[in-house]
C-alpha cells in the first residue's frame, strides 16, 4: 500500500544494482571508506571532517594503506563540491576506496547515492575492508507503513513501523488506581471510578492513535496492538479507535512491557503476521495474473510480448522479478528497423543483420529492467516487483522468465 517515500520503483532498483556491485568489492586492508550524511547536516562540515580524517590518515603505518585511504577521501572530497549547502532530501552516502582486482592491482571506485529510501539519521564515517551497506540494505528491504500501540492499565506508547525501523512518538501514564481500594470508600463506588479512569485513559490512548494514523490511514498496511491480557482485548473490543483504524488491526499480541521497548517487543511478536502482510499484495498480484493467463486474456508474459504490449500502451501493471539480472540489446540498422534481444549478463552481444532488410546492425546492450521501466513510466503503467519467496513469485522468475503483466485489454500478443 505505502511506497517509500516518493521512490519510484527504477530510484529503488537502481540503488539496488549499486548495492549490488558495492558488495562484491573488497580492499587489502581497512581503505574502504563510507560516509553517511544526514539531510541536516550542512557541506562545509562534511569536508570539515574529511579534511580532518585526511589528515590523520598520515598515521597510518601501511604506506598503501594510508595511499588508498587519503586517495579515496580526496575523492570524495571532490565530490562534495558540486554540492551547496546542504545535502539532498534524506540525505546521501559516499563510498570510495581501492578495490582489489586480483593479480595483486586494484582500481579506485568511488559512488554517490543520493536521497536513500529512508533518511539517514545521523552522521557516521567508517573505514574497513569492506563497505558499510547494512543501513541501506534495510532501507531497501523495507516495506510497510504500520502503526503500534502497547498498553496496560498504567501506561501506554504509540508509535510507527516503517520497514524494519521502530519510531516511538507519543506515551502516556494512567491515573487508574490500583485494585487495593483506599480506606472510607464503598466497594461499589471504588470499583467504578476505577473502572472510569480506565475507560478515560482508554480514551487518551485512542485519542493519541487517532492524531497519529488518521490522517496516514490511506498509507498504512495496518495497525498492532499489544499488551497484556485483558488490557489490549478491553481496549479493542470497546472500539475506542476511529472505527477506520480498527478496520485495520491486523492483530493483538501478547506483550510483557508498554514503555518504548515494548514497541520493539510487539514488532518481535508480529514478526510471522508482517512476513505474511509484506507478501500479500504479491500473491494477490500473481494470484490475479495466473487467473487472467488460465481462464481470461489480460495476461501477458516474456520479455518481447510483454515489452510489445508495453509500446502499446496496453499493459495496466507490470510486474518484474526482484531476482532477474538481464540485460537486453537493442539493435538498429541504417534503415531505421530495430530489434530487440533478451540476453544473460554474461551472453556476448551477438552479430548478425537486420531480419527485415538484411543491412548490419548496430547493438546497444543496456539493463533489461531499466529498460522496461522506462517505457513503463511513458505508458503510465504500474510497476510491482515480486519476491521468489513464494511458490508463484518463484514461478514468474524460473517459468515466465522473470516478465510478465496484466494487462488493460486484449490485445492479441
Excluded at 543520493?114 to 547494512?134: A, K, M, N, T
Excluded at 534495510?138 to 502503526?147: C, W
Excluded at 471504588?190 to 482508554?202: G, K, M, T, V
Excluded at 510497476?383 to 516478465?403: I, N, W
Aim: charged content about 30%; glycine content about 8%.
Amino acid at each position: 500500500m505505502s511506497e517509500q517515500d516518493g521512490q519510484t520503483d527504477k530510484q529503488k532498483y537502481e540503488f539496488r544494482k549499486v548495492l549490488e556491485e558495492l558488495k562484491d568489492y573488497r580492499g587489502s586492508g581497512t581503505q574502504l571508506v563510507s560516509i553517511y550524511v544526514p539531510e541536516d547536516k550542512q557541506i562545509s562540515a562534511v569536508v570539515a571532517h574529511v579534511t580532518q580524517e585526511h589528515s590523520e590518515a598520515s598515521n597510518i603505518k601501511s604506506k598503501d594503506t594510508r595511499t588508498n585511504v587519503q586517495d579515496a577521501l580526496t575523492s570524495i572530497k571532490d565530490r562534495l563540491r558540486y554540492y551547496d549547502t546542504y545535502p539532498p532530501e534524506n540525505g546521501m552516502v559516499l563510498f570510495s576506496g581501492a578495490v582489489d582486482t586480483g593479480g595483486g592491482r586494484s582500481e579506485m571506485v568511488t559512488r554517490t547515492l543520493e536521497s536513500p529510501p529512508q533518511p539517514i539519521e545521523s552522521f557516521r564515517y567508517h573505514c574497513d575492508s569492506e563497505f558499510l551497506l547494512e543501513p541501506l540494505e534495510e532501507m531497501l528491504a523495507d516495506k510497510g507503513l504500520f502503526g503500534l500501540v502497547v498498553l496496560d492499565r498504567r501506561e501506554a506508547n504509540v508509535g510507527w513501523l516503517r520497514g524494519k525501523r521502530v519510531e516511538p512518538v507519543k506515551s502516556a501514564s494512567s491515573l487508574v488506581p490500583g485494585k487495593q481500594r483506599k480506606g472510607g470508600q464503598s466497594a461499589q463506588r471504588f470499583a467504578r471510578l476505577r473502572l472510569e479512569a480506565i475507560d478515560n485513559f482508554y480514551q487518551e490512548v485512542a485519542g493519541m492513535a487517532n492524531d497519529l494514523f488518521v490522517d496516514k490511514r490511506h498509507e498504512l498496511d495496518g495497525i498492532l496492538v499489544g499488551g497484556p491480557s485483558p488490557t489490549k482485548d478491553e481496549f479493542l473490543d470497546g472500539d475506542y479507535l476511529h472505527h477506520e483504524l480498527g478496520d485495520m488491526v491486523l492483530g493483538k499480541f501478547d506483550v510483557a512491557y508498554t514503555d518504548e521497548s515494548g514497541l520493539y517487543d510487539l514488532v518481535d511478536a508480529a514478526q510471522e503476521v508482517l512476513d505474511e502482510h509484506e507478501m500479500m499484495q504479491d500473491k494477490k498480484l500473481m494470484e490475479r495474473f495466473f487467473d487472467e493467463l488460465h481462464d481470461g486474456d489480460l495476461a501477458t508474459y516474456g520479455f518481447e510480448p510483454t515489452r510489445e504490449n508495453l509500446v502499446m500502451g496496453s499493459v495496466e501493471t507490470l510486474l518484474l522479478s526482484e531476482d532477474l539480472r538481464t540485460d537486453v540489446v537493442v539493435m538498429e540498422c541504417a534503415n531505421g528497423h530495430t530489434e530487440h534481444e533478451f540476453l544473460d549478463r554474461s551472453d556476448d552481444v551477438p552479430e548478425r543483420g537486420c531480419s527485415r532488410c538484411g543491412e548490419p546492425l548496430d547493438a546497444e546492450r543496456e539493463d533489461a529492467i531499466d529498460h522496461l521501466i522506462d517505457i513503463a513510466e511513458q505508458r503510465g503503467t504500474e510497476v510491482h516487483f515480486v519476491s521468489t519467496d513464494f511458490e508463484k513469485g518463484d514461478q514468474l522468475l524460473s517459468a515466465f522468465g522473470g516478465v510478465a503483466g496484466i494487462l488493460r485489454y486484449s490485445t492479441g500478443v
